[in-house]
């Protein structure tokens, strides 16, 4: 019984601990950043991996997504005669909530994993003591330029989720639906403005930073072998995708008050 009393404690005091170790990772790229140590081969190399690497799933995902929704809204607004107000419901969708999310979700898959497993077998094989001893910092070497390439390709991989999910909304309701085009970009372009793309761009902004802190603090904190780069990688993952949808809650929440949906600037 005591045991179990304490569970929630120490729960929470493992977190605390957690958020610290993050927090210090954080610290040091912020020391890394202020040494101008930009390494922007390395960065380059983790532009192609990130951003290029990534566009196929994000536009696949964001493609689908957008056909789905648009589908699901139209099914249900045809019950009340309202099916021409679909394009201005997916465009909003995507641009605040469903483009930034599903592409970081997927990005936390593909690239968190990779970083994570490519940090870890670096750490377990004695890679990064290596580096020590030549007087590079890992934090400098390897945390840096993922960092700095992941805050660079988030935001177009945001936009072209965006992008990709109204075109494939535009062909389901136009070409599948019978909605008239004019209707349905009228509506788009009415309902939608800059305001709701930005909060996407800033969304897919912040979740690129806990992407590349909670993966490459799971790759630098990696032991036992190849099963604890296991370990490293699918935590990675899980906390990456669990971290997002958190922030995401709140972000949602100041965001909608600090820029009202459907209040035009």
């Known amino acids: 019984m005591e045991k179990i009393l304490r569970l929630p404690g120490r729960a929470f005091l493992n977190f605390l601990t957690y958020m610290g170790q993050l927090a210090a990772l954080l610290a040091n790229l912020g020391t890394?950043?202020?040494?101008?140590?930009?390494?922007?081969?390395?960065v380059a190399q983790q532009l192609v991996a990130i951003g290029y690497g990534s566009q196929v799933v994000v536009i696949v995902t964001g493609a689908f997504t957008g056909a789905v929704f648009t589908a699901q809204t139209y099914f249900k607004f045809k019950d009340f005669g309202v099916e021409a107000g679909v394009g201005a419901i997916v465009s909003v969708a995507l641009c605040r909530e469903l483009g930034p999310v599903l592409a970081g979700l997927?990005?936390?898959?593909?690239?968190?994993?990779?970083?994570?497993?490519?940090?870890?077998?670096?750490?377990?094989?004695?890679?990064?003591?290596?580096?020590r001893v030549m007087a590079v910092h890992p934090v400098d070497y390897l945390v840096l330029p993922r960092f700095i390439a992941m805050l660079i390709s988030m935001p177009f991989l945001v936009a072209e989720s965006i992008t990709f999910g109204l075109l494939a909304s535009h062909c389901a309701a136009v070409y599948g639906f019978g909605i008239p085009q004019r209707w349905f970009w009228n509506h788009v372009f009415e309902h939608t403005n800059e305001t709701d793309l930005f909060c996407g761009m800033f969304k897919g902004f912040v979740f690129g930073i806990l992407i590349t802190i909670i993966s490459c603090h799971q790759g630098l904190a990696a032991e036992n072998g190849a099963v604890g780069v296991g370990i490293g990688t699918t935590r990675a993952v899980v906390f990456s995708s669990l971290a997002l949808l958190v922030v995401n809650f709140f972000l949602s929440i100041l965001l909608n008050y600090i820029f009202p949906m459907g209040v035009a600037t």
């Open 32 to 42: 890394a950043v202020r040494t101008g140590v930009w390494r922007l081969k390395l």
């Open 106 to 131: 997927m990005v936390a898959g593909r690239v968190g994993a990779s970083m994570a497993a490519d940090i870890g077998t670096m750490k377990v094989t004695e890679q990064i003591d290596a580096l």
